[in-house]
């Protein structure tokens, strides 16, 4: 088999299984381990997988600028945060990033909820501004155009004095064994501290997130406590409740 054939074989089988094992696909093509990890090299450099250790899996569905992402799956996100809204009562402190998924919660927010918000999103807190009695806490730093956030060493040694009740993450990648990662360092390591700073995690992501993986660690699986989708019923989920984490 051709290596042109050998590629196609792996990102078909890919599509299909969300993952990829060196030794399945060495005994499938009837080629070396070695020639495999090649292939799946190539196809990492290219941008086509993320290499994990024994294979691959996909990287996550994010092609989009922020502005862009507001409309991608917007009912389901609608849907997800109706039921992140039961996790929210009067007089908590929360965090939350800045995202698509978050920022459609925030808009679902009741006039009279009353809570502490930090945040480093401008979007969040725009909307917040015109909320009646949530008190908001911008984090500061350096803005990201794309992102719409702020990040840098501001923003985490800022985050560092808090001490939330939650922290709700909008998720561009949830995998069992990579953990929650993420496409740009400087975000991960923001995310990465808002975990930190809260008693409890919650992921809010759309299922098209779940099984992928991008270069930059945010935290393990374990770091979440929940996750909130719009199909929680779907097999490729049991992995993490397996792992005690709470999926609805």
Same mark, same amino acid.
């Given at each position: 088999m051709l290596k042109e054939e050998? +590629?196609?074989y792996i990102l078909k089988k890919l599509q299909t299984d969300q993952k990829v094992l060196q030794t399945e696909l060495s005994s499938d093509l009837q080629v070396s381990e070695d020639t495999v990890r090649r292939d799946l090299e190539v &196809?990492? $450099? *290219?941008g086509q997988l993320i290499k994990v250790r024994g294979g691959? /899996? =996909?990287h996550s569905p994010n092609p989009y600028s922020f502005k862009e992402r507001i409309r991608y799956h917007e009912d389901d996100k609608k849907h997800i945060a109706r039921k992140a809204l039961s996790f929210l009562h009067d007089g908590q402190t929360i965090i939350i990033d800045g995202g698509t998924s978050t920022l459609t919660l925030v808009q679902l927010f009741p006039p009279n909820l009353h809570l502490t918000v930090v945040t480093? *999103?401008? =979007? /969040?807190v725009? $909307? &917040?501004i015109e909320h009646p009695v949530i008190e908001v806490v911008f984090t500061g730093g350096r803005i990201g155009k794309d992102s719409q956030t702020a990040g840098g060493m501001d923003t985490i040694n800022m985050l560092r004095k808090v001490h939330a009740d939650l922290c709700f %993450?909008? /998720?561009? *990648? +949830?995998h069992p064994d990579a953990g929650v990662t993420g496409l740009d360092l400087g975000e991960a390591d923001v995310k990465s501290v808002m975990v930190e700073s809260a008693n409890k995690t919650i992921a809010l992501a759309t299922s098209d997130k779940m099984g992928t993986a991008e270069p930059y660690k945010v935290c393990e699986i374990t770091g979440l406590d929940t996750i909130i989708t719009d199909n929680p019923d779907l097999p490729s %989920?049991? =992995?993490y409740v397996d792992l005690g /984490? $709470?999926?609805i």
């Open positions: 050998r +590629l196609d &196809l990492a $450099q *290219s691959a /899996i =996909p480093n *999103s401008v =979007p /969040i725009a $909307q &917040l %993450l909008g /998720i561009c *990648s +949830l %989920l049991k =992995p /984490i $709470q999926v």
